[in-house]
């Protein structure tokens, strides 16, 4: 049991980023693809204040989270204005700045050495049970923000996404100042990105760049796209067959061969990148499909259908 | 088209509460053509008005500019209203239809993942409702949102309100409903009835009368079916190589030679 706990918080941590990247790309059309730089800032801040400066981890990451939607405000002024290619390289961009940053500048995140220790948020006595109930937590976050993404689609919010991402141009002309709009939701996601990547610190308590490469990027977009950009629960359905599988099934369950278990990351990257291009051509709306729709459940829909029967 | 009389305003005088479009030597061009090349214009001053005139003429290009979906290369577009006097070329395409100047679109624009009542309900919440932190049911505001939804509805019959708009038809119809439920102050259609069917024209035109009538809605129409055109505006103004030409009333136009020369042909002299 207890050899699940971390792997499982490493999952949980994945679908939040994968729910947090559906409100951006399925919902919004904003291609994000410096997921880690968001995760990554709010992670070395938060790492960096517990360790550094004896921060209370709590102010810690709520720090973390303040930083990093900043910084996302700032970046989405200058790029959301421009064509999707645009923002996909620019976020990229960013993300590299980051993982790069870190690496260097090592009077501050230690660079290579690594930064540690990273203390859970808190602490019950007995450590498997803190880690249990951190893992929780965890669920209970990735659960709130499902929740949240289901509503919206029945939210004004979430029709004004949906139109901006449809047909900005149209949706502008209806009188909605679909800049701001971006910029405000694109600011709100990347900061609950850097509270997760915050959390993700206490996950790995020893923070290295190497888990700031864009490897973490390619894997919630993979889970994100396998299961279904537009739908809430793309995100859990593709994390769980990708990470799910890889990360949990193979690793703590079948027996690898010894000369094959060293290659075993390497496979996992190239079936990942197998399964992108499969879902591109053959389904790219992800398993799950498009959004499913459910008529409305508004008051007189229902009289009105009698009606015309 | 219905031959009904349809100016119950006294023609030439400006409605109650007046809304104004005023262009100053409006200039646009791409590459060497001068697609628009106004010197003073004044729209709206009649409860409906037609833009007419032979393609390529810069009627919708007109319209375009002014919503500022395109700039134009010089001159001002003022627009009067109770409220005072705004210079549109200075706002967004978003904050001058919020201002009550919109436009409704000639090639047909949809938002795929929204279905029809979803569509109308985007055009009416406002930007108290759209907040991304609200999303518990507004119970109120579907209530009232509901109501005039289905106003429209009990009008214009869609196949299926809660699924997506299916025919061209449906989705013009939708582009002009969406435009309908902004409330505009100044609406601007540009060939509101291409693709949809007569009984529907008919039932959007005579919906346009009674908006004019009853409330303080200025329309400028787009349109090629000239009988549409002589049956419900009040003026016309004719315009060909991006310059109106003339204006008038629509049996002035309609006898002008310069009309029937450039744009009606022989047949309809």
Redesign the interface.
Known sequence: MNALVFPLQGLTIIVCLGVLLHLQFGRTGIVNFGVVGFSGLGMYTTGILVVNYEVPFALALLIATALTGLVAFLLGLLILNLESEAVLVATLAFSTIVFYLVTSESWLTEGVVGLGTVPRPFDVGDTSTSQLLFLLVLVAIAAALLVYAARLQHAPYGRLLFSIQDNETLSRSLGKPTFRHKLVFFTVTCAAMGAIGGLDASVNQFLVPRLLTADLTFVVWIALVLGGRKRVFGAVLGTLLTVGIFDIVIELYVDVPREFAQQLPNVQLMLFGLTLILVILFRPQGLLGERRRKPQDSPTAESRKKVQA | MTGASSATRPPGSPAAGAKTLHLHDVHKHYGGRTVVDIDDLVLGAHGIEGLIGPNGAGKTTLMKLI?H?VSPDRGRIEYHSPDGTVLLTQH????I??MGV??T?QVI???????I??SL???L?G?E????Y?????KA???RA?QEI?EY?DIFTFQD????AGSAGEKKLLDIL??LL?KPRFLLMDEPTAGLPQEETDKVMELMRTKTQETDLSILIIEHDLDLIWGTCEFVHFMAEGEILLQGTPSDVRSNATVAEKYLGASHA
């Open positions: 919503t979906v967004s395409p978003d904050a239809a919020r919109v436009k679109n624009q949809d938002f795929e993942s929204l279905t009542r979803e309900l985007l055009s919440a930007a409702q759209e907040k991304f609200k999303v518990l049911r507004d505001f579907l209530r509901d289905d509805l309100p809660d699924g997506r969406r435009c902004l």
